[in-house]
């Protein structure tokens, strides 16, 4: 009786475990012979079209054309995409110093908005063809300009590297980058 009773116990907890993994097989098989199915279009009494995937005496299998698709293309998040990381060194290329001001490196911020203040000094002056942009751990934080003063928003805590680049506006290439520098965000919280 307690042989049984314990063969009993063991085959339920199977039966428990399998019971999910055999319904996932059976939606799966059932959903993968929807989605292979054939269509059909027949007329009904009044002559309106009928589309089903059961084939009926008087309805005629479907020839459907491939769906069309699209990959878009990947970006940096920002209409403007530098098409060079590397600086090139051409004689507009004449920039003595790119650096962040501001924030300073290894930086602990302590900021509830989600704003970040970054300042960029450069020498000499930005030629009028030229822009500066931010990235945010490699990626493009902000849209190209010619202020060294940005504005980051819905910046969450963590810590982030920054970087500044200087941007031929006319060909996308990237004239010189400033080194990066390391800032930490705290956010506090409050508790439920």
């Given at each position: ?6 063969f009993?116990?063991?085959?339920r907890f ?12 059976i939606?799966?098989?059932?959903c ?18 009928v ?64 704003q ?20 945010l ?8 300009q010619?202020?060294g003063?940005f504005?980051?928003?819905e ?10 680049q ?5 060909t ?21």
């Open positions: 009786m307690k042989i049984a009773k314990q009993f116990t063991v085959t199977i039966a428990m475990k399998a019971m999910p993994l055999l319904a996932g097989l939606l799966s098989l059932g993968s012979s929807i989605a292979s199915a054939e269509i059909y279009q027949s007329k009904d009494r009044t002559g309106a079209a589309f089903s995937d059961i084939q009926t005496n008087n309805a005629k299998p479907m020839v459907l054309e491939p769906l069309n698709t699209h990959t878009p293309a990947k970006t940096a998040g920002f209409p403007f995409a530098a098409t060079s990381t590397e600086p090139t060194n051409t004689p507009l290329n004449n920039y003595e110093t790119l650096s962040i001001q501001s924030p300073s490196h290894d930086q602990v911020i302590r900021n509830q908005s989600g970040l203040s970054v300042a960029v000094a450069i020498t000499p002056a930005l030629l009028s063809q030229h822009q500066i942009q931010i990235l751990d490699g990626s493009a934080a902000s849209e190209p010619q202020s003063r504005e980051l928003n910046i969450n805590r963590g810590t982030y590297q920054i970087t500044a200087v941007i031929d506006s006319t996308g290439v990237v004239l010189k980058s400033s080194s990066a520098i390391t800032v930490h965000v705290k956010q506090h919280f409050k508790r439920p």
